[in-house]
Structures are given as structure tokens and as C-alpha cells.
């Protein structure tokens, strides 16, 4: 970073770690921008944020399970996907109180903008197929869509997990540009085409016909 951006200072190592709680209660969002001159391109602020909730309620679909006291329906989501590790491995717990539940997920930010995220997954059998319950799915239909993850997890599956970072927007901010395009070889338009393949283009009937697929007008 010096040698390459000797004009930029980053204000805290190591950098510093945020609840999500913190970050919502104290900044409005989950990438907070630490800089106290926010004026100031040539600060960077990185933090990470932690703790985030691993279920959220999403009023669509399923009857609320208190739906006799009036509540909205809705069903339970997994906050960031099913596979982050919940941080407890109490199956009764994770069914009784998904509000309560906080997951192994963590986001990089870098002065208001997320620039890497990722979690610990679920490696327990038993701790996946009570995810995919709370979030409304029958046994039956976890074991016809996920059984063979369950299968495979009986076997042992070490405890694992990364992060993603984006490197587009990182170097965006670095070069001070305001969007991603600037810094992106070949970016797609705003309408999502790309100019150097010719991308969208049209398929043609055989192709269609290949993949079983028929476009209604």
C-alpha cells in the first residue's frame, strides 16, 4: 500500500472490530465509514464487522409461527445463506429462538463501502437440516433437496470457512473514483451489456431447442 499509494494513510492497524449492533445502533448501517474528516480521500478506514444476526423475518409466504396473536405472515431467512454457522449448536435453541441467534459472518468495510465478506460454514449435519427447518422447509422436502449434503456431512466435514473480497470496489476508492466501472477492463453498460462481446446477443431456434427452452411473446 505504501509503495504503490504512499499518499494514503490508514488510520487504525489492526483494524478495528464492530458488532453489527454497534454499527446499526451508531452509524445507520452495516459499513460504517470510520474517518472523523469524511471529506478526507486520502484516509482509509477498514473495519470489520461481526456478530450478525443469522435469521431475519421476511413477511411473504408462511403463516407466522404466532400467527394466533395477530402477527403478519411471513417466514424465517437466513440472514447472509443457510450454510453460515450459526453461533450456537444448541438444535433446541436455534428452533425456540432464531431471533436471538447470532452467526460466524463478517463483512470488510472501507470508509462506507463493503469491500469483502464471508462467514464459517455449518459442518454438523444436524445443525444444517434445523437451518432449512426454521426457514420453513419440511423434512421431506430437505431430504429430497439437500439429503445428499446431509449424507456427505455424516461422514465428517472439517470445520471450514473464507471471505470474498471485492478487489473492484477496493481499487475504486483507492483511485478515488466514484464508480466500479472505472476500475473494471471491460465494464458492462448500465442495461447490463457488454460492448466488446456483443453480449446480450439473440439465441437461435436450434439452441433453444437443445436446452428444452421456448420463449413465449
Avoid at 50 to 60: S, T
Avoid at 92 to 110: E, V
Avoid at 136 to 163: C, D, M, Q, R, W
Avoid at 171 to 188: D, H, Q, T
Wanted: hydrophobic fraction near 35%; proline fraction near 7%.
Amino acid at each position: 500500500m505504501a509503495k504503490f499509494f504512499p499518499e494514503k494513510k490508514i488510520i487504525q492497524i489492526p483494524f478495528p472490530r464492530i458488532t453489527y449492533k454497534e454499527a446499526m445502533e451508531k452509524y445507520g448501517n452495516d459499513r460504517p465509514d470510520l474517518r472523523k474528516n469524511k471529506e478526507d480521500k486520502d484516509e482509509l478506514a477498514f473495519c470489520f464487522v461481526v456478530d450478525f444476526p443469522a435469521f431475519e423475518w421476511r413477511e411473504e409466504g408462511l403463516p407466522s409461527p404466532k400467527a394466533s396473536e395477530g402477527k403478519k405472515k411471513g417466514r424465517w431467512d437466513a440472514v447472509h445463506h443457510p450454510f453460515t454457522r450459526p453461533q450456537t449448536d444448541d438444535v433446541k435453541r436455534l428452533k425456540n429462538s432464531p431471533k436471538d441467534i447470532l452467526a460466524y459472518q463478517y463483512d470488510l468495510a472501507l470508509n462506507g463501502h463493503e469491500i469483502g465478506g464471508g462467514s464459517l460454514r455449518t459442518y454438523k449435519p444436524e445443525v444444517l437440516q434445523a437451518t432449512f427447518e426454521i426457514m420453513g422447509h419440511s423434512k421431506e422436502n430437505i431430504l429430497k433437496k439437500f439429503g445428499h449434503l446431509l449424507e456427505a456431512f455424516e461422514y465428517g466435514v472439517p470445520p471450514h470457512g473464507g471471505i470474498a473480497m471485492g478487489l473492484d470496489r477496493l481499487f475504486a476508492i483507492l483511485f478515488n473514483e466514484s464508480s466500479i466501472r472505472e476500475v473494471i477492463a471491460f465494464p458492462k453498460t448500465g442495461d447490463g451489456r457488454d460492448l466488446m462481446m456483443d453480449a446480450p446477443s439473440e439465441v437461435d431456434e436450434g439452441q433453444l431447442k437443445e436446452l428444452k427452452i421456448k420463449l413465449k411473446t
